[in-house]
């Protein structure tokens, strides 16, 4: 039997985080992983905006995903919520 469970976090706590399309290079092949921020603003009744710090990026699944490990400085981030990536490198993903 599956059971359903309500994936959030909350400010202060660290997460990780898959996206569906992503600026950021996950750490392989000796290089490290990129850094930066997933943000988002108000929406869907939100009382506030996101801002999260993305600490570090991993290759998973052979490489076919990247998993984003954050830490929520503002706001709640629940599984299936639309967010903007920025990586330090400065590319730019999704919609803020």
């Known amino acids: 039997m599956w059971s359903e ?3 959030v976090a909350i400010t202060g706590e660290e997460a990780e985080v898959v996206l569906d399309a992503t600026p950021f ?3 392989g ?3 490290t992983g990129d850094v930066g921020v ?3 603003d108000s929406q869907n009744g939100a009382a506030c ?3 999260a710090t993305v600490v570090d990026t991993q290759k998973a699944a052979g ?3 990247i998993v984003h490990r954050v830490r929520l400085e503002s706001g709640r981030l ?3 919520q639309q967010v903007g990536a920025t990586s330090c490198n400065g590319e730019m993903s999704g919609k803020p």
């Open 78 to 80: 629940t599984v299936g």
């Open 38 to 40: 997933l943000h988002a």
């Open 25 to 27: 290079y996950g750490e």
């Open 63 to 65: 490489g076919a995903l």
């Open 5 to 7: 469970f309500e994936h």
């Open 29 to 31: 092949g000796g290089q």
């Open 49 to 51: 905006s996101i801002e």
